[in-house]
């Protein structure tokens, strides 16, 4: 018997479709498999696939929530979180996600746009030599956040644009993400990222990179609200904001696909 399951494609801090970093959100009853999970999202081919149960009536958050690229499972996925939000508010002004490694998530109406709460996990000064050769151009300053999150700092906006890394010597380093960021022409921020051990050369949009340098940012340009932009190919805008131990980004969403996953 062929299984149903609501499919829905989101493009994630989008200003159009086509635009931002795309996922795919689908809303299950019950968890499925784990090799099950991760035989869709590959099915999928997108940077994350995210995956909802909603929690039982009287629970502090409304749905539990994962997220898996082709390859892995992730401990925290901005993008594809907005997504979810975007499919499941309906008419509610928020709604609240559990997850397994990066506590509970918010996301709320804000306008036209959603913003996205999320945990601040700063970084911290380390030298990473090898990482940055793999990287290419002139580093300015490296750090480190112990979930597994490189941070490149760069001269300018054109330097991190021209950024030509090598993917096949990142591959071996795991679930690494590989951040580059700058100062920005046109907004505050510019940054790349890449996580070609997890399956995704370059990611279009990344909300997680975002809960780290948005602390970084925040203290180099003495304020605590900025706007960036990902210059990938697709590219995508958002406004990150510091609030104390936490960092609500906000973006605009487009579905661009909806049906059925058939199991």
């Not at 039982?56 to 390859?71: C, H, I, K, S, V």
């Not at 990142?170 to 070609?196: C, H, K, N, W, Y």
């Not at 697709?234 to 406004?239: A, K």
Request: one cysteine or more; proline letters at 6%.
């Amino acid at each position: 018997m062929v299984r149903s399951i609501p499919f829905v494609q989101v493009d994630a801090f989008a200003d159009a479709p086509f635009t931002g970093n795309p996922a795919a959100v689908l809303t299950l009853d019950h968890w499925l498999e784990d090799d099950v999970l991760q035989a869709i999202a590959a099915e999928n081919n997108l940077a994350e696939t995210a995956f909802s149960v909603p929690l039982p009536e009287g629970d502090t958050a409304d749905y539990a929530l994962r997220w898996f690229t082709p390859t892995v499972e992730v401990a925290l996925c901005g993008h594809a979180t907005l997504a979810t939000g975007h499919v499941l508010l309906g008419e509610r002004e928020m709604v609240r996600f559990r997850t397994q490694r990066a506590g509970d998530l918010i996301v709320t109406r804000a306008g036209d746009a959603l913003a996205l709460d999320l945990p601040s996990w700063a970084p911290s000064p380390k030298p990473l030599p090898e990482m940055a050769r793999h990287m290419g151009g002139p580093v300015l300053e490296t750090y480190w956040q112990e979930g597994g999150y490189a941070v490149f700092v760069y001269p300018d906006e054109q330097t991190v644009r021209a950024l030509t890394p090598n993917f096949a010597a990142m591959r071996p380093s795991s679930e690494i993400l590989f951040i580059a960021t700058a100062t920005g022409a046109q907004t505050d921020i510019v940054s790349r990222v890449f996580a070609p051990g997890a399956g995704v050369d370059e990611d279009p949009v990344t909300g997680a990179a975002h809960c780290i340098i948005t602390s970084y940012w925040a203290e180099r340009l003495g304020q605590t609200d900025f706007s960036a932009y990902q210059a990938s190919k697709r590219g995508g805008r958002l406004h990150c904001a510091l609030r104390g131990d936490r960092v609500v980004l906000t973006g605009a969403c487009r579905t661009v696909i909806r049906g059925a996953f058939l199991l």
